[in-house]
């Protein structure tokens, strides 16, 4: 079994030192949810002006990156929110291909006073008819 620790557990640490932690306490992985306060990772240098640096470190270490977090929600009734979500899918689906992550994750989101039955209609929308067209 393969093992990877999350960044929500060191919101401090810099790319160096998660680095050199997984590696000391034999972890095969890192699943990114936020780094250094940011919790948009694309937004970062490390993940995209300097992309070919962190891939570098993260080879010569051999560790994987098995997940990115995202932010997103698949139940939403806000065209504007989802319109975002696809923008943070796009992103996170570009950085899925430059480290092969095979996996983004993502939210439910809470339905508040909506029936289950609606909600899940509403996500199969978001999922079907939005976030996976162009």
Same mark, same amino acid.
Request: hydrophobic share 35%.
């Given at each position: 079994?393969?093992?990877?620790f999350t960044t929500l557990g060191c919101?401090?640490?810099?790319?160096?030192?998660?680095?050199?932690?997984?590696?000391?306490?034999?972890?095969?992985?890192?699943?990114?949810?936020? =780094?250094?306060?940011?919790?948009?990772?694309?937004?970062?240098?490390?993940?995209?002006?300097?992309?070919?640096?962190?891939?570098?470190?993260?080879?010569?270490?051999?560790?994987?990156?098995?997940?990115?977090?995202?932010?997103?929600?698949?139940?939403?009734?806000?065209?504007?929110?989802?319109?975002?979500?696809?923008?943070?899918?796009?992103? =996170?689906?570009?950085l899925c291909q430059e480290f092969n992550?095979?996996?983004?994750?993502?939210?439910?989101?809470?339905?508040?006073?909506?029936?289950?039955?609606?909600?899940?209609?509403?996500?199969?929308?978001?999922?079907?008819?939005?976030?996976?067209?162009?």
């Amino acid at each position: 079994m393969k093992l990877a620790f999350t960044t929500l557990g060191c919101p401090e640490w810099n790319l160096d030192t998660i680095i050199s932690k997984a590696v000391e306490f034999d972890y095969d992985g890192v699943d990114f949810r936020g =780094y250094l306060g940011e919790m948009e990772i694309y937004k970062l240098p490390e993940f995209s002006s300097d992309i070919e640096t962190t891939k570098r470190k993260f080879n010569e270490a051999d560790l994987e990156i098995p997940c990115f977090s995202s932010s997103i929600r698949l139940f939403t009734t806000s065209n504007k929110e989802l319109e975002s979500f696809k923008e943070e899918l796009r992103q =996170y689906g570009r950085l899925c291909q430059e480290f092969n992550t095979p996996f983004i994750r993502v939210f439910g989101g809470g339905i508040g006073e909506i029936s289950r039955a609606e909600a899940i209609d509403f996500v199969k929308n978001n999922h079907e008819r939005k976030l996976l067209t162009s």
